[in-house]
Structures are given as structure tokens and as C-alpha cells.
């Protein structure tokens, strides 16, 4: 099941007050993936062909959109791609 590219989320926080984010791309999707946990549904559950399940060697788009302009794109994502396992291999062309 896709995910939304652009979501707004609003939640409360320990103090009682309610707040509201715009979440794009990425960041929207990471959100989405942790909602679910919350449901208790994890991302094989949301999978209509298992037989694709696999290891990725890159984190796809995200590694992309840091590459072509990290602006604007959360600094834990960043971090996540710079240490991604296998980095030396992507964008060899």
C-alpha cells in the first residue's frame, strides 16, 4: 500500500497541547511507517506481493533527494544516508 507524499499530522504533547506539522516526501512516509507501529502493524503487513521483500542496498529516494539537495530534509535522514552500508556504490554514473 503506497504511502502519502504529503501528510499533516497533528498530535499533543505532554503538556496537553495540541500541535500540527506539514510532513513531505520522506519525513511523511517515516511518520506514516511510525503510525503503524502505534497500530501495531508492521511494514510486511501492508505488502501486496511478500516475494519483494528484500534488503535494499541503498535507502532509495531518500538517498536521491539527499545527494541532489539536502535542504530541507530532516539532519537524522541525512545522518541515516551517510552511514547507510554499501554508500560507495550509489551514484557511480
Known sequence: MPR???INIRYKTLEGKTESH???????????HECDHLD???YPMRMTDLSLLA???EPGPLAREVAEN???IDPLFIDLVERWP???RWFTT
Open 4 to 6: 502519502y507524499l504529503d
Open 22 to 32: 506539514d510532513a513531505y516526501s520522506s519525513w511523511a512516509a517515516l511518520l506514516q
Open 40 to 42: 501495531g502493524i508492521v
Open 55 to 57: 534488503y535494499n542496498d
Open 70 to 72: 539536502p535542504k530541507g
Open 86 to 88: 554499501g554508500r560507495s
